[in-house]
């Protein structure tokens, strides 16, 4: 044993530390996914890409959970398929949008989210959120107009107005998980789970259907080297690695804490598709960006204060 020792006060900021950094990660990694589905995918491979990439790890989920898996009870099983439909619908939309639209301006308008869900919690329950708040979210919308204008004046592109969509979704289906009582009791695992396979199902069943684009079966021979490595980097880092680090994280830290490293994410999704896909905003995207940042961080801070 050694005979050295650093105070308590020392050793908690390494620990906080220690467990911030993979959840930043998270946040890199999640930024970098739009421009990883966007070198991937086109229109006519959106649902077979889709289908390929929550079939490669939904085995390991269902091993890793089995036991908790055969615990479900009948309206949980219910409860999660419901929410693993509006889940479809979220990365349908994403995937759609991030192929017409950059993965810069895909990262900020999916932050979104942050502003959405507050207020449409406000709206379900009747509470009138605080003026911070309601100025938090005029200044991100505001972002959001300026951000889809980056080379001057336009109408927004289908794919910004499909990002905005999955924004929305993504509110229907936290305020989902939050009042189906029938899950509130399930594990996280075995909820994820189920919602990956009803998702999975979804894609499968529009994979068959005429006009939805290539069969994965097509999809997955054509891929090469950099598609793989692309494909995995989506299932194996942007899926099963983020969702076991929050689950982690959580129970060694604050719920807060952790959505305060993961609201990086716009931050890297502009970062990694300016630096490395080479996507420009232009004077109006910039001062877009900004206000979307700033304004969701304000409207976040808001919402905790209020909390």
């Known amino acids: 044993m050694s005979s050295f020792a650093l105070p308590s006060s020392a050793l908690a900021p390494r620990r906080a530390w220690l467990t911030d950094l993979p959840v930043l990660l998270v946040a890199v990694v999640w930024g970098a996914s739009y421009l990883a589905a966007k070198g991937i995918t086109t229109t006519h491979t959106v649902v077979a890409v889709l289908v390929l990439r929550f079939a490669v790890i ?21 409860g999660a398929a419901g929410l693993g439909a509006i889940l479809s619908g979220i990365f349908l939309l994403e995937t759609y949008g991030v192929v017409h639209t950059s993965a810069t301006n895909a990262g900020l308008i999916i932050s979104l989210t942050m502003i959405f869900t507050p ?36 109408t927004p592109s289908v794919g910004d107005l499909l990002m905005l969509l999955a924004a929305l979704a993504r509110t229907v289906h936290v305020l989902a998980m939050a009042r189906v009582k029938a899950v509130q009791s399930a594990d996280s ?19 068959t259907l005429p006009g939805t684009g ?13 598609e793989w490595a692309g494909l995995l980097f989506l299932s194996v880092f942007c ?50 960006a900004a206000l979307v940042l700033g304004g969701t961080t304000w409207g976040r801070r808001a919402a905790d204060r209020e909390s």
């Open 119 to 154: 207020l449409a919690e406000a709206a379900v329950t009747r509470t009138r959120p605080s003026r911070a708040f309601v100025g938090a979210a005029g200044l991100s919308v505001t972002g959001v107009v300026l951000l889809t204008q980056g080379g001057g004046f336009t």
């Open 214 to 226: 290539a069969s994965p079966w097509a999809v997955a021979i054509g891929f090469g080297p950099r």
């Open 239 to 288: 899926t099963l690695f983020a969702f076991f680090v929050q689950m982690w994280a959580i129970r060694r830290t604050s719920p807060s804490r952790v959505s305060l490293l993961l609201g990086t994410e716009p931050l890297w999704a502009a970062s990694v598709g300016i630096m490395i896909g080479g996507e420009q905003l232009g004077a109006f995207g910039v001062l877009g």
């Open 189 to 207: 695992l075995s909820l994820t789970t189920v919602q990956l396979g009803s998702a999975v199902a979804v894609f499968a069943v529009l994979a």
């Open 58 to 78: 939904l085995p390991v989920l269902v091993i890793a959970g089995y036991r908790r898996l055969r615990a479900l009870t009948a309206p949980q099983w219910r």
